[in-house]
């Protein structure tokens, strides 16, 4: 059985026993709610911290709410542009492809490497969207019912529950504020996280990371694994794939090599490559991360689990923030362009907002598709 198939019955395993708990012990008296593939627990202590940060700072967070809605109609104006972009690129590819748009995975379009950093990442990013919403709400005079955490299937989450009667009698501006204070944290974030990168890592690489090795290969024999660090390859340095490609077209297999790594010298003899005899393989397999070190003395072992994070924490927090705003039903999108067509038409309102829906489903769908196909 394949690592990711016993993933999955893994995963469905603890899924039935947490259901089972559930059920026996009547979790629910404690807040907690357990159905198939989703749990929801009601925190009071999530619920009192909003409370406690819309007491402080409230003209920070003033500033901030007003902000927000110019970040959000930003936000949605930038995605609806470059999806428009990127479905013209993939149709014709003289325009110029952007970027693939594909669905988080696991398994199939994310490698499971990379899933704790990936959930590390989406709980930050929900913790943030959602306290956001719930902080400026209060500040706009709407009251909380609950606050807490949940969970579907692999994907952790987050949850503000606020009085939707206060907020529809409210101005259409503050409840703009409300529906875009989240998006714009997300994007503030990530670019504090992108800030916080630039200055405690070096600009420039200094090895490459291994992450996958060829079994049986040269760098596995020598004792070269996971989370190493190639400095250097006879002296050379190597930093990234190209080096290591450029490198690696002048030697032939056979030759010896002396592999500068965190771990000290190691004298390896190349491989051939199972894909052509004449080329000679070192056994690094993908993916290919170069190495940035850090001012924070902590280590390789440590600079580089901290980068992968923070690498997988702008990704997610600037994904979420462009991506929430399109204007599609249940995203924050669509009620924050709602609010806009009310304020501004009192006629065809509706029929505009559901162009704008049916134009943005269609747009994200088509990418999607186009993009699998290539992928």
Request: proline fraction near 4%; glycine fraction near 8%; charge should be positive.
């Amino acid at each position: 059985m394949s690592k990711e198939y016993l993933a999955i019955l893994s995963l469905l395993i603890a899924w039935l026993a947490a259901y089972l708990l559930g059920r026996v012990l009547h979790l629910e008296r404690y807040g907690l709610n357990i159905k198939p593939l989703f749990i929801k627990y009601e925190s009071k202590w999530f619920k009192d911290l909003l409370h406690k940060c819309s007491r402080r700072q409230r003209v920070l967070w003033k500033v901030f709410s007003n902000v927000s809605v110019l970040l959000g109609f930003g936000l949605m104006i930038f995605i609806l542009v470059f999806l428009s972009r990127n479905l013209m690129g993939t149709l014709l590819p003289h325009y110029g492809r952007e970027a693939t748009v594909v669905p988080i995975i696991p398994g199939v379009t994310l490698d499971l490497l990379w899933l704790p950093y990936f959930l590390i990442a989406v709980i930050a990013a929900i913790f943030m969207h959602e306290a956001a919403h719930g902080i400026i709400a209060l500040i706009e005079g709407v009251g909380i019912k609950s606050a807490g955490l949940l969970a579907l299937a692999i994907f952790p989450g987050g949850f503000v529950e606020v009085e939707e009667e206060e907020i529809n009698r409210l101005p259409h501006l503050s409840r703009m504020k409300i529906f875009s204070a989240g998006s714009s944290s997300n994007l503030i974030f990530g670019l504090i996280t992108l800030l916080l990168t630039s200055t405690l890592f070096s600009s420039t690489p200094t090895g490459i990371i291994v992450i996958n090795v060829l079994e049986n290969g040269p760098l596995q024999k020598a004792g070269i694994g996971r989370w190493d660090v190639i400095y250097a390859l006879n002296n050379t340095r190597i930093s990234s794939q190209r080096e290591l490609s450029a490198f690696m077209s002048n030697v032939k297999p056979g030759d010896k090599l002396v592999v500068s790594t965190s771990k000290g010298d190691f004298l390896i003899e190349t491989a051939r490559s199972p894909e052509d005899e004449y080329r000679a393989i070192i056994g690094i397999l993908p993916p290919y991360l170069s190495y940035y070190p850090s001012i924070l003395g902590l280590g390789y072992f440590w600079d580089t689990q901290i980068y992968i994070t923070f690498h997988w924490l702008f990704l997610v927090l600037i994904n979420v923030a462009i991506f929430n705003m399109l204007p599609i039903p249940m995203l924050d999108g669509d009620k924050l362009l709602q609010c806009l067509i009310e304020r501004a038409l009192r006629k065809g309102g509706e029929a505009l907002k559901k162009f704008f829906n049916a134009f943005s489903l269609f747009l994200i769908i088509a990418n999607i598709m186009l993009s699998m196909r290539s992928w």
